[in-house]
């Protein structure tokens, strides 16, 4: 079965700084891959995906992802992070199978 | 964009009852609809994917007894909760896909099972 890891759990940064989440996918086959976001007390919102062609994907509010195959990983960026970032953030894969896979999630807290 | 709603959105029940909860999507054709559950500070463990005019797909572990799944229409999934105890209490969020493309979630249902 496919696996999605995120290596952060809790991430604390003051405004301005740069973002990077690391997601890692195991399997080896094609795969589209995602980021998602919750912010507190909302639903899931999608940021950003990856389905094949350039393997930077910018999303919305300035949040961009690599697809680096070779190392079967999709990190989230953001170069200046804001208080509104706070929330929590999900990698997801969805491969052969017609299933999606989220990871265990990174809380972004970000202190003004 | 596409639309996802929950019905209803907080849910109280007694221990032994079953409870529904459902899924619509509102602006587009769901071909496929998934059900998840959130524990608190925790990922979304998929419960199953359920595909219209079919049988649900269970994951390993999740009993299809307890959790019914009905997907009647393009844009109406239902899940049902049988018999509910304390342990299913949860937050469960259902996802609706068109096609093969991107998945848009609903906002959750809160299950409390008293």
Same mark, same amino acid.
């Given at each position: 079965?496919q696996?999605?890891?995120?290596? @952060?759990?809790?991430?604390?940064?003051s405004?301005?700084a740069?973002?990077?989440?690391?997601?890692n996918?195991?399997y080896?086959?094609t795969? @589209?891959?995602f980021w998602?976001?919750?912010y507190?007390?909302?639903?899931?919102?999608?940021?950003?995906?990856?389905?094949?062609?350039?393997p930077?994907?910018?999303?919305?509010?300035?949040f961009?992802?690599?697809?680096i195959k070779s190392?079967?990983?999709?990190n989230?960026?953001?170069?200046?992070?804001q208080?509104?970032?706070?929330?929590?953030y999900?990698?997801?894969? @969805?491969g052969?199978? @017609?299933?999606?896979?989220?990871?265990?999630?990174?809380?972004l807290?970000v202190?003004? | 964009?596409?639309?996802?709603?929950q019905h209803p959105?907080?849910?109280?029940?007694?221990s032994?009852?079953?409870?529904?909860?459902?899924c619509?999507?509102?602006d587009?054709?769901? $071909? $496929?609809?998934?059900?998840?559950r959130?524990f608190?500070?925790?990922s979304?463990?998929l419960?199953? $994917?359920?595909?219209?005019?079919?049988?649900?797909t269970?994951?390993?572990?999740?009993?299809?007894?307890k959790?019914?799944?009905n997907?009647?229409?393009?844009t109406?999934s239902t899940l049902?909760?049988?018999?509910a105890?304390?342990?299913?209490?949860?937050f469960?969020?259902c996802?609706?896909r068109?096609?093969?493309?991107?998945?848009?979630?609903g906002?959750? $249902?809160r299950l409390?099972?008293l």
């Amino acid at each position: 079965a496919q696996s999605v890891s995120q290596h @952060n759990h809790h991430v604390i940064l003051s405004e301005a700084a740069s973002l990077e989440l690391g997601c890692n996918y195991s399997y080896g086959g094609t795969v @589209n891959l995602f980021w998602y976001v919750q912010y507190p007390g909302q639903h899931l919102q999608l940021l950003l995906k990856y389905f094949s062609g350039d393997p930077l994907v910018k999303g919305i509010k300035g949040f961009e992802a690599e697809f680096i195959k070779s190392k079967f990983s999709f990190n989230l960026r953001k170069p200046s992070v804001q208080w509104s970032d706070t929330a929590e953030y999900f990698c997801a894969v @969805n491969g052969p199978g @017609n299933q999606f896979y989220f990871g265990t999630g990174t809380s972004l807290t970000v202190i003004p | 964009g596409a639309v996802v709603s929950q019905h209803p959105s907080r849910v109280i029940c007694k221990s032994g009852t079953s409870v529904k909860i459902e899924c619509r999507s509102l602006d587009f054709q769901a $071909t $496929t609809m998934f059900w998840y559950r959130q524990f608190p500070k925790q990922s979304l463990m998929l419960m199953a $994917t359920s595909n219209e005019g079919s049988k649900a797909t269970y994951e390993q572990g999740v009993e299809k007894d307890k959790f019914l799944i009905n997907h009647a229409s393009l844009t109406l999934s239902t899940l049902t909760v049988t018999s509910a105890h304390p342990e299913d209490s949860s937050f469960y969020i259902c996802s609706a896909r068109a096609g093969t493309d991107t998945q848009y979630f609903g906002p959750g $249902t809160r299950l409390t099972v008293l």
